[in-house]
């Protein structure tokens, strides 16, 4: 059964920092790209970051600049790292997957799904 699992959500102050990792298991997700992505209250799902099975990146617009994406293929795991949070980071952080090696934007294109952490960014 293929499954992800986040971790790494919680409180930050406005500034700090947080890193969110994401355990893929089921099946191998070395060549398959992998996205972050993040839903605040009232708001629609949107894509912060991503990593093709060869480890190419991109970044939406939350992401740019302060976050970083990694993933260790050993580990089947996937990493990003967030600095200088700010209150308007505050979200539901999702990691997804999908069977192919590229990378994409949209949400409808991922496989596989977390259940997402929180994370909140105080004033």
């Known amino acids: ?26 099946r191998n997700f070395g060549s398959y790209a992998m996205g972050w992505f993040r839903q605040a209250p009232g708001k629609e799902r949107e894509f912060v ?6 480890s190419h990146t ?5 992401g740019e600049g ?3 994406i990694s993933r260790d293929y050993t580990e089947n795991t996937m990493l990003l790292q967030m600095n200088s949070l700010t209150p308007e980071d505050t979200a539901v952080y999702y990691c997804a997957a999908r ?3 590229l990378i994409t934007p949209l949400e409808s294109r991922y496989d596989y ?3 997402g952490t ?5 004033s």
């Open 118 to 122: 929180q994370v909140t960014v105080s």
């Open 66 to 68: 302060r976050f970083a």
């Open 1 to 26: 059964q293929v499954q992800l699992v986040e971790s790494g959500g919680g409180l930050v102050q406005r500034g700090g920092s947080l890193s969110l990792l994401c355990a893929a298991s089921g």
């Open 58 to 62: 991109y970044y939406g617009a939350p």
């Open 49 to 54: 970051a991503g990593i093709s099975g060869d």
């Open 113 to 115: 799904w977390g259940q």
């Open 99 to 101: 069977t192919t090696i």
